[in-house]
């Protein structure tokens, strides 16, 4: 691969993570957004049974199935830190 090549796919690369970035941003905005008002109704953070269900349907949309256990590794990730941000902001609003 001549290094034009190779540089044209680390751009793509490049654009793909910049909408992620954003995406990651506006995904947490929400998880804030979900906090308040599982506060309000005084619903705990954590739901197994809704987890295990997201990872199983968005997995499923992974048509190559040998990156899906990696995909569940990252989305079980993305889970935790929307668990943090909720519960820190449950904790900032209670202080």
Not at 6 to 31: C, G, H, P, T
Not at 44 to 73: M, T, W, Y
């Amino acid at each position: 691969m001549e290094d034009k090549e190779l540089e044209v796919l680390r751009d793509s690369i490049r654009n793909i993570d910049k909408d992620m970035a954003a995406l990651f941003e506006k995904r947490l905005a929400l998880s804030r957004s979900i906090a308040q008002r599982k506060l309000a109704a005084e619903i705990p953070i954590f739901d197994g049974e809704r987890e295990k269900k997201n990872i199983e349907a968005l997995s499923s949309l992974i048509e190559e199935v040998s990156l899906r256990p990696d995909f569940i590794r990252w989305y079980r990730m993305l889970m935790d830190i929307s668990k943090k941000v909720q519960t820190e902001f449950i904790q900032g609003v209670k202080k």
